[in-house]
């Protein structure tokens, strides 16, 4: 019997246990029992750190549609697979079937076909959050192709970079999307970027807004004519389990994003596992992650995780706060959801706003509530666990990344005592570890340190797409035979995790992940600026926000500089996003240095929280005395 659905703690300790003195056979068993392989492995687990090489279920083939989809036919053709709730409530929301998603992928995964998509290919995804959005990374999935989501909050720029990392044959995209009240020219977006996109060779759009748009003879497409015109029958490609499944990119300590590269078989596996346990789903239950499935937590749990269980799970295309801040607590009542994941910033969001928006609606469908993305405060814990989960649904905090694939540390509801802002206990198969300032393991309880995993899980990310080496630098080489997460955490007297965040350049803002070097980058290029440093600080309800340290060129410094910080937002948002504006900028004649000419982030992370009581030694720096007016000035 396997382990693959844990029903109380004692249960729990046990699995975990197995599955750290024998992780082989732990996973194992689960993969054999819960899933559809083509052909059995011929090892579970071949690994190296130093390498670094990890390689789960190698020999084994299947395709991860089959186990998403087809087999849920038979038994369960017609129930929901998504249920997809449009922007505006006055259209009617779309349930999708298996059997139609089962049609609908099988069609969209022959367009590609016939648009020379083959095994390997990439295909770049940048659509709103509708239901073809799901249905093209399955019919990739299906084909063998490897699809590359690129969040449809990111500019042209942003999109071009990515496409060309990883060269990707075709697009697909739509005529627009709508957000709120405002509707924004995809398409638009995506012709600016693709002036400089050589490798591609079509897009593929999907009509939403019915907006004017440009079609490129030869190059563009309408997407319906094409899938009615296509074959409900797809086979599938058969995979290795070592396959890339998708690259999917995150900021990092440079401006190149990496492309995470996640593999077939131990994504699947992981994914499902996790989902089944965090979210504690049965059958009948209507699930609803509220992520954007341009980021991991949707791949993972609102695609492959429910789809592999066979659950039902809701696609929400507009925002919490349209028509009015109702609206997500209006669709738990409408679809009966059992279980609600979404992010702290929403959550501090909607707190802010009257209580009626929540009381008016019945919420006691809810059984499970989970966040995601970064720390949750005390007080947004309080307000989510009063007032949407009425103080009976369990909340699970679960903490991972876009480089772990799936749910890393997190209660299991109803099994494992919650406390405000803990992520609490590792997974089955989870071994992580903290590490001291001198690199050492701190073992036993109540301490803190640089939050690392000892032993692989099986979806991992395997490399970063053409930069073995940028892998192997950021994630291998701060610890040896250690994952390194780039968060800081403590462990409890309990033995209990607590992320207390990241600890290297990336900033999380709104739940997004942002490297400062990127948004540097964005800013040198305005003609006026030096230099400039970005630091994050604490935010009501963005939890962190930027904060930027920008010095002049000569020919700038008499600049009006209400102009300078809407002219630096702005090319800002052409490069990244707006989610990348800084909210904050300090124009200083100099920033502070180390001799070797390295910016010190410390010092003007400090002076931006405010904290510059304690400031450390700072008469080692190359220029001391611009601390002083830096802190003077500071905003
Ligand atoms: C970083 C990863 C995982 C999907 C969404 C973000 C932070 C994530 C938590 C949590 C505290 C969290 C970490 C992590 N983070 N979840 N429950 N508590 N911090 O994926 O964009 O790859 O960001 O988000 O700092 O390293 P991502």
Redesign the pocket.
């Known amino acids: 019997m396997s382990n693959y659905h844990i029903k109380n703690l004692e249960e729990y300790f046990d699995v975990y246990r197995k599955s750290v003195n024998d992780p082989e056979l732990f996973w194992e068993e689960i993969a054999e029992e819960h899933f559809v392989w083509r052909k059995k492995w011929d090892k579970v687990l071949n690994w190296d750190f130093k390498k670094p090489e990890i390689k789960w279920f190698e020999g084994a083939k299947l395709n991860i549609t089959e186990n998403c989809i087809d087999r849920h036919l038979t038994a369960n053709g017609d129930k929901t697979a998504i249920l997809f709730e449009p922007n505006d409530p006055k259209e009617p929301a779309q349930h999708i079937s298996y059997n139609e998603l089962s049609e609908r992928v099988n069609q969209f995964a022959n367009v590609l076909k016939s648009k020379g998509v083959k095994k390997g290919d990439r295909v770049c995804i940048y659509l709103p959050m509708i239901p073809e959005l799901a249905i093209s990374l399955l019919a990739c999935a299906r084909i063998g192709a490897i699809h590359s989501v690129v969040f449809a909050g990111f500019s042209s720029t942003a999109l071009a970079t990515r496409i060309n990392d990883s060269d990707c044959k075709l697009v697909v995209t739509s005529d627009g999307s709508f957000r709120g009240a405002k509707s924004i020219d995809l398409k638009g977006i995506v012709d600016e970027a693709l002036i400089s996109c050589p490798s591609i060779q079509s897009v593929l759009v999907v009509k939403r807004t019915k907006s004017n748009i440009e079609m490129k003879e030869g190059r563009d497409e309408w997407l319906q004519p094409l899938l009615e015109n296509a074959s409900k029958i797809c086979p599938v490609e058969i995979m290795d389990a070592e396959d890339p499944l998708f690259i999917l990119y995150?900021s990092g300590s440079t401006g190149q994003p990496k492309g995470m590269v996640h593999t077939t078989g131990g994504y699947m596996v992981y994914s499902a596992f996790t989902f089944k346990n965090v979210f504690q789903y049965r059958n009948d239950d209507v699930y609803w992650c509220t992520a954007d499935i341009g980021?991991?937590?949707g791949h993972s749990y609102i695609v492959y995780g429910p789809l592999a269980n066979g659950a039902t799970t809701v696609m929400f295309e507009g925002v919490p706060s349209y028509p009015d801040y109702g609206r997500f607590w209006e669709i738990v009542e409408k679809h009966k959801v059992s279980q609600f994941y979404t992010a702290p910033t929403a959550i501090r969001a909607l707190a802010k706003e009257n209580l009626d928006y929540v009381t008016k609606y019945d919420l006691s469908s809810l059984k499970v509530l989970g966040?995601?993305?970064?720390?949750?405060n005390e007080e947004a814990w309080h307000w989510y666990n009063d007032n949407v989960g009425g103080k009976k649904s369990p909340i699970v905090?679960?903490?991972?990344?876009?480089?772990t694939g799936g749910i890393m540390i997190s209660p299991l509801p109803g099994i494992t005592a919650t406390k405000p802002t803990y992520?609490t206990l590792p997974l089955p198969g989870i071994q992580p570890a903290l590490i001291g300032d001198n690199g050492e393991e701190l073992k036993g309880n109540q301490v803190e340190g640089k939050l690392c995993v000892k032993f692989p899980w099986p979806s991992i990310a395997r490399t970063i797409w053409g930069n073995h080496d940028r892998y192997r630098e950021t994630y291998f080489s701060a610890y040896a035979d250690m994952y390194f997460?780039?968060?800081g955490a403590l462990r409890d007297e309990v033995g209990y995790y607590r992320?207390t965040?990241?600890v290297d350049d990336?900033i999380?803002v709104s739940?997004?992940?942002l490297g400062t070097a990127p948004i540097e980058d964005a800013i040198n290029e305005h003609p006026a600026v030096s230099e400039s440093a970005i630091v994050g600080f604490p935010h009501d309800i963005k939890g962190s926000a930027l904060y930027g340290y920008i010095t002049l060129k000569e020919t700038g410094e008499d600049r009006d500089q209400d102009n300078l910080r809407k002219e630096i937002n702005q090319i800002i948002t052409e490069h990244i996003g707006p989610i990348a504006k800084l909210d904050k900028m300090q124009f200083t004649a100099g920033l502070p240095k180390t001799r070797s000419g390295k910016i010190m982030r410390r010092i003007l992370r400090k002076v931006a929280c405010n904290e510059i009581e304690n400031l450390g030694d700072i008469s080692t720096l190359l220029n001391p005395e611009v601390v002083e007016v830096i802190i003077n000035e500071r905003l």
Do not use: K, S, Y
């Open positions: 995150t980021w991991i937590t966040t995601v993305g970064e720390p949750i905090d679960t903490w991972w990344q876009t480089e992520a997460t780039g968060d992320i965040g990241r990336v999380i739940g997004h992940n």
